[in-house]
């Protein structure tokens, strides 16, 4: 499969269920199965800038709200601003809570800074940088045609990362013009209703997205054999 091919339909629709972690047969991962046909209302946010209109659109909540970046005040919290910092990054273009799926599937709540130079994946209840990833080193977005809240960060040279927030939007545009200004080159997003992500770096998932009565359906599967 190549990790760099887009697609460009549309589709739209409300609410979704999520299966995580299934195997090839169905089976639900080891305690894992407490998020299954778990359901969550799916509401994006978007500023006047959107880089996949015409491809996927966007909620009528959508249109009305205005990005405003940094949803947490990154500056009332030391251990961000010291962390920051550190890895000599000052211009926070966005900062707020998502889901992160790990390699075993669980979910776990993390804080998600997009700055001019990196993503920083930070873990709230410790206070520690769990991951750094390098705008120039990110090969693409993948998304479904579909109205949910997943998307995934596909970087090439390292592993890959699947996150869940009601502002995918609002990310996804905020990376694609941060990228573009820091290596002069469109970032790629790719819309499919499956597509893979490597968990690790020799874990691949799948991710399975329908149109199910009264919303979407995300499935995220091992891929067979692992």
């Given at each position: 499969?190549?990790?760099?091919?887009?697609?460009?339909?549309?589709?739209v629709h409300a609410a979704e269920a999520v299966d995580v972690d299934r195997d090839a047969h169905g089976k639900?991962?080891?305690?894992?199965?407490?998020?299954?046909?778990?359901?969550?209302?799916?509401?994006?946010?978007?500023?006047?800038?959107?880089?996949?209109?015409?491809?996927?659109?966007?909620?009528?909540?959508?249109?009305?709200?205005?990005?405003?970046?940094?949803?947490?005040?990154?500056?009332?919290?030391?251990?961000?601003?010291?962390?920051?910092?550190?890895?000599?990054?000052?211009?926070?273009?966005?900062?707020?809570?998502?889901?992160?799926?790990?390699?075993?599937?669980?979910?776990?709540?993390?804080?998600?800074?997009?700055?001019?130079?990196?993503?920083?994946?930070?873990?709230?209840?410790?206070?520690?940088?769990?991951?750094?990833?390098?705008?120039?080193?990110?090969?693409?977005?993948?998304?479904?045609?579909?109205?949910?809240?997943?998307?995934?960060?596909?970087?090439?040279?390292?592993?890959?990362?699947?996150?869940?927030?009601?502002?995918?939007?609002?990310?996804?545009?905020?990376?694609?013009?941060?990228?573009?200004?820091?290596?002069?080159?469109?970032?790629?997003?790719?819309?499919?209703?499956?597509?893979?992500?490597?968990?690790?770096?020799?874990?691949?998932?799948?991710?399975?997205?329908?149109?199910?009565?009264?919303?979407?359906?995300?499935?995220?599967?091992?891929?067979?054999?692992?």
């Amino acid at each position: 499969m190549d990790r760099r091919k887009a697609s460009t339909r549309i589709r739209v629709h409300a609410a979704e269920a999520v299966d995580v972690d299934r195997d090839a047969h169905g089976k639900p991962a080891d305690d894992e199965s407490e998020f299954n046909e778990h359901r969550q209302p799916s509401v994006e946010i978007a500023g006047d800038l959107e880089p996949f209109m015409g491809v996927k659109m966007r909620r009528l909540a959508s249109i009305r709200r205005e990005c405003r970046g940094d949803y947490l005040d990154v500056r009332s919290y030391s251990y961000l601003t010291k962390l920051l910092s550190k890895q000599g990054d000052k211009k926070v273009l966005f900062a707020d809570k998502v889901l992160k799926f790990t390699e075993s599937g669980k979910m776990k709540r993390r804080i998600l800074l997009i700055t001019d130079f990196a993503i920083y994946l930070v873990d709230p209840e410790t206070e520690s940088l769990k991951r750094r990833i390098v705008l120039s080193t990110v090969g693409k977005l993948c998304l479904s045609e579909l109205n949910d809240n997943f998307f995934a960060i596909i970087v090439p040279r390292e592993y890959d990362c699947l996150m869940a927030t009601t502002r995918k939007t609002e990310i996804v545009t905020v990376l694609i013009e941060a990228t573009k200004t820091m290596s002069e080159y469109e970032l790629v997003v790719t819309f499919l209703n499956r597509f893979e992500y490597h968990a690790a770096s020799d874990v691949v998932k799948e991710v399975h997205c329908e149109e199910v009565d009264g919303g979407v359906r995300t499935r995220i599967l091992r891929k067979g054999g692992q």
